[in-house]
């Protein structure tokens, strides 16, 4: 199956009623599957809080559905910034309150740190809420969205026109990294490696990669050595039997198993078949050597860093702007600990934040 096509069934429904139909477990992540149900509301029955962010300018995130992103909610103040600032519109269609669906879109979706800093720094975003009255149903109503639905996304130049058509009945994060990408290098705009980074990673994370372990007389440069081939998305050292083996995961459609194997071997390394690996105490050994040990990091981050440290390669367009202030940062040592690279990024990142701040930006 092609990574859109099992993406396209993540949260799928053809109703706003109808139950969701979700795909065969091992192509889901753990988070998705865990989404919790939330009823819908009618207008009586909500808080006079909500009723009023339609005078708000950002939402503030306080709903789950909105996620972690700084939204504004003036359409036209976004298209006079889009306009100002030269860059495009992210304007999200949502319900809130909204069904589980919309709640896991906001908090799958929009919640992981890379995702939402790159939204910030390369978008203007808006939310419409589409079970809303007033001015949002006005925005409603000019790009032709039914109310009362499941999450849609559209792409838009300052002066409202679409960029591409719109992300819609996928739910998933690398359905909105796909337009996003697709976004960026329609306008000509470089898509940072950091961004590239988080697509693999997602790849990973929804079951679309291969795993395969090789046994190797040293996993220290087993890592280095395998990491070096383009298909090859993480690494990680570890023990198979009482052996030093580096298990990887892969993008398929870049290389078969076959002539991945066929690379090990030139390097020196056999493929293992045998389960039982066990992760290393130091996993990137060459990583806990720097600084960067200390930042929150997606796995396919920490592999490239690990190779990129030993050849004394620039991590400029490994990082993201947040994470490179960070590291530049004097206090990062005594913030964070040094196993913080190992840890969800989605746990590690609101920690730092709290120690550090969100550097250079508005809080």
Known sequence: ???RRAANNIGRREHPNAPLQVMPRRLVSS???AAASYPRYCFANWPHHITGMQKNGVSFRE???LGEVRWLRDYDRALALAAEQGKPVLLLFQEVPGCSTCVRFGQDVLTHPLMVELIADRFVP???FNNHPGADAEILRRYDEPSWNNPVVRFLGPDGAELLPKLADRYDALGLHEKITAVLEMLGDDVPGYFRLLGRDLLVEYGLSKRVTYTT???WSGETSLAQHPAVITTDAGWVDGEEVVQVHFEPREVSRTDLDSYARAEGFSPIESG???LDREPQF???KIAARHLPLTPAQRTRINLAVPYRRSLADVLSPQQSAWL???RLQQSSGDEAYRQDIRQSWPVLVAQLGLIGKEQ
């Open 126 to 128: 808006v939310a419409i």
């Open 286 to 288: 060459y990583l806990r």
């Open 31 to 33: 988070r998705l599957m």
């Open 217 to 219: 007389p040293c996993f």
């Open 276 to 278: 039982g690996f066990e």
């Open 1 to 3: 199956m092609s990574t």
């Open 328 to 330: 530049a940062d004097p």
């Open 63 to 65: 709903y789950r559905e």
